[in-house]
């Protein structure tokens, strides 16, 4: 997309935004509306800046070590896609302050193709969430959330970062705040050359090399928010992504390709917010633009371009203080329009229409249900519902259950491309129910979530007998297992230690063969241990991944075996101004894969610097 439309973009597309159900804090502005109410029945996991220093390559690094999700890469910084409790990548959602994402084309969201800085939290939420979320919010929901502070002055902030492979992070962000007016502005731009050896794994007669492995990616974002009365903000929240990379060659004299997206996302927002009554108007508009390159030095192959029109309204009231009722409506038009390849132009309306109730029974006693109708062109849609239901029984144990019907629309790609397209798919749906146990001891806490999906009608690509690949509702998942949380935090005088470790076993089988699906660690855990001293902080970062079998037959020679991979990192705080930092990754010199036949960097460096204003 050129500078001229973007602009134009910018300027003509609007949107609206809601606070939570609670009274508004007046100097924070979250932009997700709904964020605030799911937390309060659903364990939700917020990674917030400073944590993604830990793990600053890219977003699939980040989700990788401080979240249970499971992440296929194909070699650092390439194609990559996530995986809640053994659910495909179409269905985990990705949510942008509160609208989703996912691509039209394919269905989800390539997590190195969505900038990894320029938020101010990343929440993980798992578990069902379509009834709030929409189209494949099944697995879970990954939530890029930014807020605006007010009274708050100037404020900024510069993040520099040299690191192994040529590859280098930069970051800056700065805001301004009064008691009317907040704006915050940020970039980054991130490239590296990328090519690392992996000795161990041969091709041919030589180690693996990732030549052609380089990419760079730059981000803008702009977020502004107006009083206009007491109980009225305007909002504007843009983002603008470019991004390129080069796929790997195995061979010496290999053909070198590579990969170009552009996204836009613009949101501007009308709010009203009393002390019972809430009403969010969001309109919205989004791009989703690619190019594949099959000669790095030739005119592009093929691509796609996606526009999406979004308009949404959130209505929030209190009928008496203790019973909450929230309507939420919805109407997207989508279009797309491929290049050289197998899509031609193409549109469909898609409309929705929510309502949930909450009862807060007691301060410790609380319960939401939800219904849902989805409104998708030449689609049947089923009903959606959801209940979910908080007991804090004590003050050291708290006891969740929730209960859902979720699903995912067949994407642009599914119906339409040619040959192949089906036009004949009905949704993907799964029922879901997990429980939440939390206990509480003091500076100690454990959480404790086992799980159940029933998933039916999963599209997936077929061979067929005319020699191309079309995709079919084909057999039922059946997805089950258990996550788990440790959390410990203490402070004693200039001293703080901080411990968080989780472990997800998923059970995730073919309901046709009783095996186990491709891509899915039965076991997975991951650790942070955090130890701060006056302006000194030192931490280490451990990951381990079960077998994962690559084929559906779980054939074993063909396995991606278990790996353990430890980082380690130590920073000084000077000034209170300025940090400085060295990390390590990979401090085993490990060697792993997340998809077979790309395997990823052994021991890798980085130092970094950190200045605020």
């Not at 989700?63 to 070699?75: A, C, H, M, P, T």
């Not at 191309?468 to 703080?496: C, D, I, M």
Request: net charge positive; aromatic share 16%; hydrophobic share 35%.
């Amino acid at each position: 997309m050129d500078i001229k439309r973007s602009l134009l973009l910018l300027c003509s597309s609007f949107g609206g935004f809601l606070f939570g159900q609670e009274k508004a804090v007046d100097t924070v502005y979250i932009f997700d509306s709904q964020m605030k109410k799911v937390k309060l029945f659903h364990p939700v996991r917020t990674i917030t800046p400073k944590d993604i220093e830990k793990n600053s390559t890219n977003l699939s690094e980040l989700l990788r070590f401080q979240s249970s999700i499971y992440i296929k890469e194909n070699g650092r910084g390439a194609v990559s896609s996530p995986s809640f409790r053994g659910t495909t990548a179409q269905q985990t959602a990705f949510v942008w302050n509160g609208i989703n994402i996912n691509s039209s084309f394919l269905g989800q969201g390539d997590v190195n193709n969505i900038p990894l800085f320029g938020y101010d939290q990343i929440d993980i939420k798992a578990g069902g969430g379509s009834v709030v979320y929409g189209s494949g919010a099944i697995g879970g929901s990954i939530h890029l959330n930014n807020i605006l502070d007010f009274n708050s002055g100037f404020k900024a902030s510069v993040y520099s970062e040299a690191a192994s492979f040529d590859t280098y992070n930069n970051f800056a962000q700065a805001a301004f705040s009064n008691e009317k007016l907040s704006v915050k502005v940020s970039g980054s731009y991130i490239t590296s050359q990328n090519d690392y050896k992996v000795p161990e794994f041969v091709v041919g007669n030589t180690g693996f090399h990732n030549t052609n492995g380089r990419y760079y990616n730059t981000s803008v974002n702009i977020g502004v928010a107006y009083k206009i009365a007491d109980h009225h903000t305007i909002s504007w929240q843009n983002q603008t992504f470019d991004a390129s990379q080069h796929y790997p060659i195995f061979e010496l004299n290999g053909n070198k390709t590579k990969y170009k997206a552009q996204t836009l996302r613009s949101l501007i927002a009308w709010d009203i917010n009393k002390n019972n009554l809430s009403n969010s108007l969001k309109m919205a508009y989004t791009e989703d633009n690619f190019q594949y390159f099959a000669d790095l030095n030739q005119p592009k192959a093929s691509g796609a371009d996606g526009k999406n029109y979004i308009f949404k309204n959130d209505f929030n009231y209190f009928i008496t203080p203790k019973i909450n009722i929230n309507a939420i409506g919805e109407f997207q038009v989508n279009k797309g329009k491929g290049y050289g390849s197998g899509l031609e132009t193409v549109s469909r309306n898609v409309g929705s229409l929510s309502g949930l109730i909450r009862y807060f029974a007691t301060k410790d006693l609380r319960f939401e249900a939800g219904i849902k109708k989805d409104f998708v062109e030449d689609i049947s849609s089923p009903l959606l519902y959801s209940f979910s239901g908080k007991w804090n029984a004590v003050k050291w144990y708290h006891v969740g259950i929730n209960f859902s019907k979720n699903f995912r629309y067949p994407s642009f790609n599914d119906l339409y491309w040619q040959p192949g397209g089906n036009l004949d798919l009905v949704p993907e749906t799964s029922v879901n129910i997990d429980m939440n146990h939390e206990f509480s001891f003091g500076d100690f806490k454990i959480a404790l979530s086992p799980y159940y999906m029933d998933i039916k009608n999963l599209i997936n690509w077929l061979p067929t007998s005319l020699g191309y690949w079309a995709p079919f509702n084909t057999y039922r998942v059946e997805s089950y297992g258990l996550e788990s949380q440790v959390t410990w935090n203490k402070t004693f005088g200039k001293h703080a230690l901080k411990l968080d470790g989780g472990y997800t076993y998923s059970k995730s089988v073919n309901k046709d063969t009783d095996l186990q699906r491709m891509y899915v660690p039965m076991h997975k855990a991951v650790g942070n241990i955090e130890y701060g001293y006056s302006l000194f902080k030192v931490y280490a970062q451990g990951m381990f991944n079960g077998l994962k079998y690559t084929t559906s037959d779980e054939k074993r020679s063909a396995a991606i075996d278990p790996y353990f991979i430890l980082n380690a990192g130590i920073s000084a705080s000077l000034f209170k101004k300025y940090t400085l930092g060295f990390k390590v990754n990979n401090l085993t010199d490990t060697y792993y894969q997340t998809v077979s036949l790309y395997p990823m960097p052994k021991r890798n460096y980085s130092v970094y610097a950190t200045i605020n204003f």
